[in-house]
């Protein structure tokens, strides 16, 4: 690095270090003087020093350790009260003075001391003279002083709230001190020594060249942030500011968005409008008669019974059902009526035609559409919301969306359907090749399905058409041949959003939701 | 819809008719060739040479079976349909088949064959007994409008008599057992009898079939007998009947069985089934029958649905090759169905075959000319607003099964008993947790909240959906409506933060509201009001109860508000 990019990326403490030796790049600071001269807090200070150090451009000249002696928690408490060699020496005189026997377990007792801080004490007492130790391990005060207590206390004394060098202590009382100073394994002693680092520093080569070029350049106060008091006065111009390290990761954040498969939807939805159709709606739940019976299902349809539909627990029937629909259709089921068809030939239950169940097709919703005067030429679409009764698994939902609409006009016939269909495969799935096989559903003759080559999925079926029955349009009140569609969006959507199963179509994880992203 | 399985050599067998050389087929012209009977290729074991298929159409159930798959694509190769010579027979020296009075009470039609001359092999009776049970289970409503029965022709004496009979008066020995036992014990102990018995429920007699020396060959719908009833490989003679309610569909399948024995090699001999009462062909009905189901229509409506000119004779060339009689005039064709279809109601039904047998491929697509004006329903313009407002204030769109469970919609939101807490429920339920329908939409924001309290804070959730208000004023019992539910969580939010959101929503969509203190035991008492727009309440907006968020297991505040986009979209 060279060393104006080594300057730029000098913080602002460690500039302020450095410009201390602006004066005279050739001196040698101690501590006190490098906090006088840059006005730096000890901890920004050291902070600074550190870095400086680490990048070579300080060096430590020399470095001197001093003893410093202090009280601990414990000491400031003796100093408040008594310390245990106090206390003993004062229980034994107490004793002499009444008479009274004193046992080593009575002090503890009464003073409520540590057996270790007792047996201390009195091995102490014992050695000066000051205590007796009698038959039935009794103490008896001889009546003498104790060096150690006096000088113990007057310690106390000395260095409550405040520190002191060790050297500036006579012989004796350093003795005192370093015996009753925590060490590992002592913990409950007054006084404690700790090292006094004290470090001059200089400046290395390269600090030197830093500093004078900081000096020729002037040191300009360096700013982390523009500020508008900055911007308002103008003293921008006499500021430097700190250079970023740019490549670290951004802090995330979680942006208002749309949910991924809906957004998926809401681009399907965009594309049918683009296409010239208008959305339809309907309720979730139906009757039978809309679900199925409008859609020439027969009554005795295997997929109409309780393992396919959901039934609604009450009310169980709709209040009423529309006529003349109801009649014309219940015709068509029976003999066919006037839709040219034979019928399926049984007696059409209309009390079987109210019952209430959540709707399970989205061709229900065109049905009602198809009731409803719909407009020739006419194109129509709804992304709905079905429901089945099914196992739920990674590839079955029991609730779900179709996405299904009709196309009305005198000129629909298989051909335009066909056309319809290779319009989806290219709009929807961006597929260029497509392939039409027969399919089979209750409400459509012929009916086709849609296979397509997508660019991403290969050959997948994208959705089943035809053109609706008869037996279906005529009963509804509509006379032109009508394409009846759907799409299965859902695989695309699956690979689109980069998930495997399609229960997190519909996931209660925030997390995969806000780190979803679509591709589509 | 059923999925079956079948053989390649089978298949190939079948493909060539009977007496004939074998045709091969690969996997590639198979699975062209199944469009031709709407089939799917499912998977396959290419050493064992097993295929299974998936055929869609339900008014085809002659395509069931590998016979019915082969005859449609030999029928296709060879231009037409060989006819059957069974169909006729001389009627006098039949055997024949006696109804018992009473039946059309019952059971009322039966129809029967015998077939000779074909030695049934592995895979053949592997066919036999799997198109017996998927015709039963599926044309015949799980036996109910149609069951089938395959017994060894040599153990039985002519006539055999469709009986009527006591439950306990007739005993035998059924399949899967080895003692005899009445009609009646069958119904309470066989497992058919338990599966189908509902069938006859109510009846004081039971049907029967039993020969000329009173030996029973089953009881119909539920079990055959175990000495007559079993065919094995090897066995050369066979009788078949089908019972049911409905006469045509009967004698429909019974034609199918015929159909597919014959183009195994079995010579088939029909049986004379003799009624008590009338039917609709008659007293007496020799069985199989053509049933001859014939329509003459216009070669123009053929055009116009497929939108292809094609002329009288295309089409009654790609129809014969589909297995149609055809006659055409210069503008019509008279078209009857094979002996083994039944499924013409209508003219399109004629188009489709026309346009299977010629190849969907054959027909050029065109694009629908017509101008339309596409569009966004209100309520979907209105969603979609609100939904843009509600990003750019911050809030992740979550999307939410609308099936939910009482425990979640109802009772985790205090509203046991409240009118708020009224649900459309369903009646099956298969799982509790897809058991009723949302009626708001807090508890789909909460199910996301209580899931994600990894996530990293604060969150802001909403969702713009439908929910099902239950409303017993409405015909359907229900209202469906449109709403909008938004939530804030995380440890300060507060009322005036979800305030402010639904203060600006209403400015953007340019709507004036108030909000008026209510009691929602959902949320804190004096910390939730009703939303009120041209004085009707539209939504509701608080900080969630505490219990609330307790049986949600919600370690951090909550509030929310629930808009019903329905009432704003009405607005004009």
């Given at each position: 690095?060279?060393?104006?990019?080594?300057?730029?990326?000098?913080?602002?403490?460690?500039?302020?270090?450095?410009?201390?030796?602006?004066?005279?790049?050739?001196?040698?600071?101690?501590?006190?003087?490098?906090?006088?001269?840059?006005?730096?807090?000890?901890?920004?200070?050291?902070?600074?020093?550190?870095?400086?150090?680490?990048?070579?451009?300080?060096?430590?000249?020399?470095?001197?350790?001093?003893?410093?002696?202090?009280?601990?928690?414990?000491?400031?408490?003796?100093?408040?009260?008594?310390?245990?060699?106090?206390?003993?020496?004062?229980?034994?005189?107490?004793?002499?003075?009444?008479?009274?026997?004193?046992?080593?377990?009575?002090?503890?007792?009464?003073?409520?001391?540590?057996?270790?801080?007792?047996?201390?004490?009195?091995?102490?007492?014992?050695?000066?003279?000051?205590?007796?130790?009698?038959?039935?391990?009794?103490?008896?005060?001889?009546?003498?002083?104790?060096?150690?207590?006096?000088?113990?206390?007057?310690?106390?004394?000395?260095?409550?709230?405040?520190?002191?060098?060790?050297?500036?202590?006579?012989?004796?009382?350093?003795?005192?001190?370093?015996?009753?100073?925590?060490?590992?394994?002592?913990?409950?002693?007054?006084?404690?020594?700790?090292?006094?680092?004290?470090?001059?520093?200089?400046?290395?080569?390269?600090?030197?060249?830093?500093?004078?070029?900081?000096?020729?350049?002037?040191?300009?106060?360096?700013?982390?942030?523009?500020?508008?008091?900055?911007?308002?006065?103008?003293?921008?111009?006499?500021?430097?500011?700190?250079?970023?390290?740019?490549?670290?990761?951004?802090?995330?954040?979680?942006?208002?968005?749309?949910?991924?498969?809906?957004?998926?939807?809401?681009?399907?939805?965009?594309?049918?409008?683009?296409m010239g159709f208008q959305?339809?709606?309907?309720?979730?739940?139906?009757?039978?008669?809309?679900?199925?019976?409008?859609?020439?299902?027969?009554?005795?349809?295997?997929?109409?019974?309780?393992?396919?539909?959901?039934?609604?627990?009450?009310?169980?029937?709709?209040?009423?059902?529309?006529?003349?629909?109801?009649?014309?259709?219940?015709?068509?089921?029976?003999?066919?009526?006037?839709?040219?068809?034979?019928?399926?030939?049984?007696?059409?239950?209309?009390?079987?035609?109210?019952?209430?169940?959540?709707?399970?097709?989205?061709?229900?919703?065109?049905?009602?559409?198809?009731?409803?005067?719909p407009a020739v030429p006419g194109k129509y679409?709804?992304?709905?919301?079905?429901?089945?009764?099914?196992?739920?698994?990674?590839?079955?939902?029991?609730?779900?969306?179709?996405?299904?609409g009709i196309v009305l006009g005198e000129d629909i016939n298989?051909r335009t359907l066909?056309g319809l269909?290779?319009l989806?495969?290219?709009?929807?799935?961006?597929?260029?090749?497509?392939?039409?096989?027969?399919?089979?559903?209750?409400?459509?003759?012929?009916?086709?399905?849609?296979?397509?080559?997508?660019?991403?999925?290969?050959?997948?079926?994208?959705?089943?058409?035809?053109l609706?029955?008869?037996?279906?349009?005529?009963?509804?009140?509509v006379?032109v041949p009508v394409i009846?569609w759907?799409?299965?969006?859902?695989?695309?959507?699956?690979?689109?959003?980069?998930?495997?199963?399609?229960?997190?179509?519909?996931?209660?994880?925030?997390?995969?939701?806000?780190?979803?992203?679509?591709?589509? | 819809?059923?999925?079956?399985?079948?053989?390649?050599?089978?298949?190939?067998?079948?493909?060539?008719?009977?007496?004939?050389?074998?045709?091969?087929?690969?996997?590639?012209?198979?699975?062209?060739?199944?469009?031709?009977?709407?089939?799917?290729?499912?998977?396959?074991?290419?050493?064992?040479?097993?295929?299974?298929?998936?055929?869609?159409?339900?008014?085809?159930?002659?395509?069931?079976?590998?016979?019915?798959?082969?005859?449609?694509?030999?029928?296709?190769?060879?231009?037409?349909?060989?006819?059957?010579?069974?169909?006729?027979?001389?009627?006098?020296?039949?055997?024949?088949?006696?109804?018992?009075?009473?039946?059309?009470?019952?059971?009322?039609?039966?129809?029967?064959?015998?077939?000779?001359?074909?030695?049934?092999?592995?895979?053949?009776?592997?066919?036999?007994?799997?198109?017996?049970?998927?015709?039963?289970?599926?044309?015949?409503?799980?036996?109910?409008?149609?069951?089938?029965?395959?017994?060894?022709?040599?153990?039985?004496?002519?006539?055999?008599?469709?009986?009527?009979?006591?439950?306990?008066?007739?005993?035998?020995?059924?399949?899967?057992?080895?003692?005899?036992?009445?009609?009646?014990?069958?119904?309470?102990?066989?497992?058919?009898?338990?599966?189908?018995?509902?069938?006859?429920?109510?009846?004081?007699?039971?049907?029967?079939?039993?020969?000329?020396?009173?030996?029973?060959?089953?009881?119909?719908?539920?079990?055959?007998?175990?000495?007559?009833?079993?065919?094995?490989?090897?066995?050369?003679?066979?009788?078949?009947?089908?019972?049911?309610?409905?006469?045509?569909?009967?004698?429909?399948?019974?034609?199918?069985?015929?159909?597919?024995?014959?183009?195994?090699?079995?010579?088939?001999?029909?049986?004379?089934?003799?009624?008590?009462?009338?039917?609709?062909?008659?007293?007496?009905?020799?069985?199989?029958?053509?049933?001859?189901?014939?329509?003459?229509?216009?070669?123009?409506?053929?055009?116009?649905?497929?939108g292809?000119?094609?002329?009288?004779?295309?089409?009654?060339?790609?129809?014969?090759?589909?297995?149609?009689?055809?006659?055409?005039?210069?503008?019509?064709?008279?078209?009857?169905?094979?002996?083994?279809?039944?499924?013409?109601?209508?003219?399109?039904?004629?188009?489709?075959?026309?346009?299977?047998?010629?190849?969907?491929?054959?027909?050029?697509?065109v694009m629908p000319s017509d101008f339309t004006v596409g569009?966004?329903?209100?309520?979907?313009?209105?969603?979609?607003?609100?939904?843009?407002?509600?990003?750019?204030?911050?809030?992740?769109?979550?999307?939410?099964?609308?099936?939910?469970?009482?425990?979640?919609?109802?009772?985790?939101?205090?509203?046991?008993?409240?009118?708020?807490?009224?649900?459309?429920?369903?009646?099956?339920?298969?799982?509790?947790?897809?058991?009723?329908?949302?009626?708001?939409?807090?508890?789909?924001?909460?199910?996301?909240?209580?899931?994600?309290?990894?996530?990293?804070?604060?969150?802001?959730?909403?969702?713009?959906?439908?929910?099902?208000?239950?409303?017993?004023?409405?015909?359907?019992?229900?209202?469906?409506?449109?709403?909008?539910?938004?939530?804030?969580?995380?440890?300060?939010?507060?009322?005036?933060?979800?305030?402010?959101?639904?203060?600006?929503?209403?400015?953007?969509?340019?709507?004036?509201?108030?909000?008026?203190?209510?009691?929602?035991?959902?949320?804190?008492?004096?910390?939730?009001?009703?939303?009120?727009?041209?004085?009707?309440?539209?939504?509701?907006?608080?900080?969630?109860?505490?219990?609330?968020?307790?049986?949600?297991?919600?370690?951090?505040?909550?509030?929310?508000?629930?808009?019903?986009?329905?009432?704003?979209?009405?607005?004009?």
């Open positions: 690095m060279d060393i104006s990019s080594l300057i730029d990326s000098l913080h602002p403490l460690e500039v302020k270090v450095l410009s201390t030796f602006v004066a005279d790049p050739s001196a040698v600071l101690p501590t006190e003087q490098l906090a006088q001269t840059s006005g730096l807090e000890p901890s920004q200070l050291s902070m600074a020093v550190e870095w400086l150090l680490a990048k070579s451009l300080l060096t430590v000249e020399t470095e001197t350790v001093t003893p410093i002696v202090s009280l601990t928690k414990i000491g400031e408490l003796y100093f408040e009260k008594y310390a245990p060699i106090e206390q003993v020496l004062s229980a034994a005189r107490d004793a002499a003075t009444t008479g009274k026997r004193l046992t080593i377990q009575d002090i503890q007792a009464r003073e409520g001391l540590e057996p270790a801080e007792v047996s201390g004490a009195i091995g102490q007492l014992k050695k000066e003279g000051a205590l007796l130790i009698v038959q039935g391990g009794c103490l008896e005060s001889t009546g003498r002083p104790s060096p150690t207590a006096e000088a113990i206390r007057g310690l106390l004394q000395q260095l409550h709230g405040t520190t002191h060098e060790l050297q500036a202590f006579p012989e004796a009382h350093r003795q005192i001190i370093q015996d009753h100073a925590v060490k590992r394994g002592k913990a409950k002693e007054p006084f404690r020594i700790d090292d006094r680092v004290a470090r001059s520093f200089k400046l290395s080569a390269a600090g030197t060249e830093a500093a004078q070029q900081l000096s020729a350049q002037g040191v300009l106060e360096e700013v982390s942030q523009l500020t508008p008091e900055l911007l308002k006065d103008g003293s921008w111009r006499t500021k430097r500011f700190r250079k970023y390290t740019i490549s670290l990761r951004a802090p995330r954040i979680a942006p208002g968005k749309k949910h991924p498969y809906r957004e998926f939807l809401d681009t399907v939805k965009t594309k049918l409008v683009s959305e339809m709606r309907g309720p979730l739940v139906e009757t039978e008669f809309w679900n199925m019976d409008a859609l020439f299902m027969p009554q005795f349809h295997p997929a109409r019974d309780i393992h396919d539909v959901y039934f609604v627990k009450e009310p169980k029937q709709a209040s009423s059902l529309a006529e003349p629909f109801v009649s014309r259709v219940a015709q068509a089921h029976q003999d066919g009526g006037v839709t040219g068809s034979t019928g399926w030939n049984y007696a059409f239950d209309v009390e079987r035609a109210r019952r209430l169940v959540l709707r399970s097709q989205g061709t229900a919703v065109s049905a009602h559409t198809l009731a409803a005067q679409f709804s992304i709905a919301r079905c429901f089945r009764y099914d196992q739920v698994d990674a590839t079955h939902a029991t609730d779900f969306f179709q996405v299904e298989f066909l269909l290779n989806f495969a290219r709009e929807v799935a961006q597929a260029k090749e497509v392939k039409f096989l027969p399919a089979y559903f209750p409400f459509t003759e012929p009916s086709v399905e849609l296979h397509v080559r997508h660019p991403k999925l290969g050959w997948m079926e994208l959705g089943g058409a035809g609706f029955r008869s037996e279906v349009t005529l009963p509804l009140g006379t009846a759907g799409l299965g969006l859902d695989r695309m959507a699956m690979v689109a959003l980069g998930i495997h199963d399609i229960r997190e179509l519909f996931t209660d994880s925030l997390e995969l939701i806000r780190s979803t992203k679509g591709d589509f | 819809m059923p999925t079956i399985t079948i053989f390649k050599q089978d298949l190939e067998g079948l493909l060539a008719g009977p007496g004939e050389a074998c045709q091969s087929i690969t996997i590639e012209q198979l699975e062209e060739s199944l469009m031709l009977v709407k089939g799917e290729l499912k998977g396959q074991n290419p050493d064992s040479g097993e295929l299974r298929i998936e055929l869609q159409d339900s008014n085809r159930p002659d395509l069931w079976c590998c016979e019915g798959i082969a005859r449609q694509i030999r029928v296709k190769r060879q231009g037409s349909l060989a006819p059957y010579g069974f169909l006729s027979a001389k009627r006098k020296a039949l055997k024949r088949l006696n109804v018992a009075p009473g039946m059309e009470k019952v059971r009322p039609f039966v129809a029967a064959c015998a077939a000779t001359g074909y030695h049934v092999t592995q895979e053949g009776l592997a066919q036999l007994i799997q198109t017996q049970e998927k015709l039963a289970e599926m044309f015949g409503r799980k036996r109910k409008t149609v069951s089938i029965g395959i017994y060894r022709l040599a153990a039985i004496e002519f006539p055999v008599v469709y009986d009527l009979v006591k439950p306990e008066k007739v005993s035998f020995t059924p399949l899967g057992m080895d003692t005899a036992m009445t009609l009646g014990e069958m119904l309470l102990v066989h497992p058919k009898g338990l599966e189908f018995g509902g069938i006859l429920v109510g009846q004081d007699r039971l049907p029967v079939l039993r020969d000329a020396k009173q030996q029973a060959l089953s009881f119909p719908p539920i079990i055959n007998s175990r000495e007559v009833g079993e065919v094995q490989v090897g066995d050369d003679a066979l009788f078949v009947e089908v019972t049911g309610t409905d006469l045509s569909m009967v004698v429909l399948t019974l034609n199918i069985f015929a159909a597919n024995l014959a183009d195994r090699g079995a010579v088939i001999e029909p049986i004379a089934v003799r009624y008590p009462y009338k039917t609709s062909l008659g007293k007496t009905v020799v069985t199989p029958q053509d049933l001859k189901k014939s329509q003459k229509l216009p070669v123009s409506t053929i055009e116009q649905a497929l292809q000119t094609l002329g009288a004779k295309e089409v009654a060339k790609a129809l014969t090759a589909y297995g149609y009689e055809v006659k055409a005039s210069s503008k019509h064709v008279t078209v009857t169905l094979p002996l083994y279809r039944q499924d013409l109601m209508h003219a399109m039904d004629v188009v489709e075959d026309v346009a299977i047998s010629r190849g969907y491929g054959d027909f050029l697509s569009g966004l329903s209100r309520i979907e313009e209105v969603s979609d607003r609100v939904r843009t407002l509600m990003v750019g204030m911050g809030f992740q769109e979550v999307i939410s099964n609308i099936l939910g469970s009482p425990q979640d919609l109802r009772d985790a939101m205090r509203l046991e008993g409240t009118e708020w807490g009224q649900l459309v429920e369903v009646a099956n339920v298969m799982s509790q947790n897809f058991s009723a329908l949302r009626q708001w939409m807090l508890p789909s924001l909460l199910r996301v909240e209580a899931a994600s309290n990894r996530a990293f804070y604060p969150h802001r959730l909403f969702e713009a959906g439908e929910v099902a208000k239950f409303d017993l004023k409405q015909p359907l019992g229900s209202r469906t409506v449109t709403v909008l539910g938004g939530m804030i969580a995380h440890a300060d939010t507060h009322f005036s933060e979800i305030h402010s959101c639904v203060d600006t929503l209403f400015y953007y969509v340019n709507q004036a509201y108030s909000l008026e203190p209510i009691q929602h035991p959902s949320f804190l008492p004096g910390r939730v009001g009703a939303i009120v727009s041209e004085g009707k309440p539209i939504g509701v907006i608080g900080e969630l109860h505490p219990e609330v968020l307790e049986r949600w297991q919600i370690s951090v505040p909550a509030v929310a508000f629930e808009i019903e986009l329905t009432q704003l979209a009405e607005r004009p």
